[in-house]
């Protein structure tokens, strides 16, 4: 369990990146999305134990991560997928993932063993375990990545766009791999990727200007936009008018454009099933009004 | 502590690995023995001449005091009455010794200090990116979400350079003898042996480790080797001293020829003041290192 009470991270220079942040994450995947700026990497960065917040506190498996002894007893039940993942070019698989596995401290060398084993196996790559990493595919690179964040059988696993630059069939591939892994720990999953969201958590969580805009199952945040989404086919100009366009398709009778919001009648808007895509952005939207109803900036 | 032990060995054993695939650390040792060879090569053999032929040993524990040389004309070695002018020329503490092997010894030790600077000037150069290579392979983030404390992260990082130089330097020096044989005869090999244990060694170990130190804050491949350029002062000053504590004593039983100062009594000397500088410099090196802990833990998360 990880408990995050009031967590603000300011940088130098007065930039706000987390406000004041409250949040509990339990067992399964848990999903992390805001557009960029947001405060997710920082938030992430936290909770892997790269920065310290400016206040509040984080709570992870007990232990305090505001200590040293406790970001160390917390490093030791976490797996971290950065978004930019760097591997030692001139070492091969298994020389890479025991390194890794001995900084980890499974210093037991069978042990060791028999974990590299498997995950090589998770990740479809024992065929290439001992080609040098600098021939490694983009993929190849990810699902290493995904192999070491595994290593010593962690609780908390943190990954950041893990699906970036992946082509669809290897996205597909490393969703699934994380739902089978999230049945046994806490996988908080950063991404800008709304579409893996829906396919894999059953939580999520909507940053914006460092906080959380929205807390609940992703059929939640479905629900929002319930009676917002509008399919609307024109063959002149694009639909304005503070509608958020989430898709455009050429069609045969003009174009087809897919928005949220609420279009006046001339539109003659065909409503449509909400995605969590749709859920997001009008969450996002209703944010943005809300803010310059009330003459926030966001 | 079991966990930070395994750690370390595993830091050993990896960073010598890319390390050696890399050819950094074999570079740095071939540049060593290359440099060993080409002073040899350029380095004359001066015998220790009289007139008519090389003195190879003189007595003055008989009376009168006699000359043992190597004629030049037939290559005959003979022992005679030492004269004025023999007696004059060999100092008290290069008597009763074997002259060839003492003449050879201060060769090697000349030569080895210059290839002290040689050595400290590449591996300032060489170790500098050592820690920015992390931020080079971009591996850096994923090292410090790991339960690695960050004076096993520096000590693991020393120690595997530091011992790659150790097994690379052992088999220089053993690769160098029949080499340093040839060209200047026999040597007192505990001289030599201390020489690399006394002045190289510690000269490698001071040189790498300020390099790494002073290096471990900066991003980029490029800024740690003008860090290294930057540290060429301290490299300097530290040689410096290295010559004064290996030639004053020379320079010293030199001017007083006539002093009671033995060869063993010079070369003893000479190992203390070399020990003696050496300590200092690694004192000063681990003190930087203190330093950068230091900072690290204070910018840690920052």
């Known amino acids: 369990?990880?408990?995050?009470?009031?967590?603000?991270?300011?940088?130098?220079?007065?930039?706000?990146?987390?406000?004041?942040?409250?949040?509990?994450?339990?067992?399964?995947?848990?999903?992390?999305?805001?557009?960029?700026?947001?405060?997710?990497?920082?938030?992430?960065?936290?909770?892997?134990?790269?920065?310290?917040?400016?206040?509040?506190?984080?709570?992870?498996?007990?232990?305090?991560?505001n200590t040293a002894h406790g970001r160390m007893a917390a490093k030791a039940n976490l797996g971290y997928l950065p978004q930019e993942l760097g591997l030692y070019p001139n070492l091969n698989a298994l020389e890479f993932l025991d390194y890794m596995a001995i900084l980890k401290g499974v210093t037991d060398g069978g042990e060791r063993k028999r974990q590299i084993h498997d995950l090589l196996e998770k990740v479809r790559l024992t065929d290439v375990a001992k080609r040098r990493l600098k021939t490694y595919s983009g993929g190849m690179k990810r699902r290493i990545g995904i192999a070491q964040a595994l290593l010593g059988n962690p609780r908390l696993l943190i990954v950041d766009e893990p699906t970036s630059g992946l082509d669809p069939e290897e996205r597909v591939r490393f969703r699934n791999l994380l739902a089978d892994m999230a049945l046994e720990r806490t996988i908080i999953l950063s991404t800008h990727i709304v579409e893996d969201i829906s396919q894999s958590c059953n939580d999520l969580a909507v940053m914006r200007a460092g906080q959380v805009i929205f807390r609940g199952a992703p059929g939640d945040l479905i629900e929002r936009a319930r009676g917002h989404v509008w399919t609307i086919t024109s063959s002149g100009e694009r639909p304005n008018g503070g509608l958020t366009l989430v898709s455009t398709l050429q069609m045969a009778n003009g174009v087809q454009y897919r928005v949220v919001g609420d279009p006046p009648p001339e539109y003659r808007a065909v409503p449509n099933e909400p995605s969590l895509e749709d859920g997001y952005m009008w969450l996002m939207q209703d944010t943005v009004s809300a803010a310059e109803r009330e003459g926030i900036g966001v | 502590m079991s966990l930070q032990l395994a750690q370390l060995r595993g830091m050993i054993k990896y960073e010598l690995l890319m390390a050696w695939r890399r050819r950094s650390l074999l570079v740095t040792i071939l540049f060593l023995f290359v440099g060993l060879a080409v002073f040899t090569m350029t380095m004359q053999k001066e015998p220790l001449g009289a007139e008519g032929g090389e003195v190879l040993y003189v007595d003055d524990t008989v009376t009168p005091a006699t000359v043992t040389m190597r004629l030049y004309a037939t290559g005959e070695v003979t022992t005679m009455p030492a004269d004025d002018a023999v007696l004059t020329n060999i100092p008290n503490w290069l008597r009763n010794i074997d002259l060839q092997q003492a003449n050879a010894t201060l060769k090697m030790a000349t030569l080895l200090t210059l290839v002290t600077q040689l050595l400290i000037i590449m591996l300032l150069l060489m170790s500098a990116e050592t820690i920015p290579l992390d931020k080079h392979y971009r591996v850096n983030e994923l090292l410090h979400t790991l339960p690695v404390g960050r004076a096993t992260y520096l000590g693991g990082k020393l120690l595997a350079v530091w011992v790659g130089l150790l097994a690379g330097m052992v088999m220089c020096a053993l690769l160098y003898i029949p080499i340093a044989q040839g060209r200047f005869g026999a040597f007192d090999m505990s001289a030599y042996l201390r020489l690399w244990g006394v002045m190289l060694l510690p000269a490698a170990v001071f040189a790498s480790?300020?390099?790494?130190?002073?290096?471990?804050?900066?991003?980029?491949?490029?800024?740690?080797?003008?860090?290294?350029?930057?540290?060429?002062?301290?490299?300097?000053?530290?040689?410096?001293?290295?010559?004064?504590?290996?030639?004053?004593?020379?320079?010293?039983?030199?001017?007083?020829?006539?002093?009671?100062?033995?060869?063993?009594?010079?070369?003893?000397?000479?190992?203390?003041?070399?020990?003696?500088?050496?300590?200092?410099?690694?004192?000063?090196?681990?003190?930087?290192?203190?330093?950068?802990?230091?900072?690290?833990?204070?910018?840690?998360?920052?």
Request: no cysteine; aromatic share 8%.
């Open chain 1, 1 to 65: 369990m990880i408990e995050i009470t009031n967590l603000t991270k300011t940088y130098r220079g007065g930039v706000k990146a987390l406000n004041g942040l409250t949040l509990d994450i339990g067992m399964g995947m848990f999903g992390l999305v805001g557009p960029n700026g947001a405060g997710k990497t920082t938030f992430m960065r936290i909770l892997a134990g790269l920065l310290r917040p400016t206040t509040g506190q984080v709570i992870a498996f007990g232990h305090d991560m």
């Open chain 2, 209 to 302: 480790g300020l390099s790494i130190l002073a290096a471990a804050g900066v991003a980029t491949r490029r800024a740690s080797v003008l860090i290294g350029l930057a540290l060429m002062p301290a490299g300097i000053f530290v040689f410096v001293f290295v010559i004064l504590a290996v030639f004053t004593p020379l320079v010293g039983t030199a001017n007083a020829a006539y002093t009671s100062l033995s060869y063993d009594g010079l070369i003893n000397s000479m190992f203390g003041n070399i020990g003696q500088t050496m300590l200092i410099a690694n004192l000063a090196m681990l003190l930087l290192g203190l330093v950068v802990w230091g900072v690290g833990r204070l910018r840690e998360g920052q």
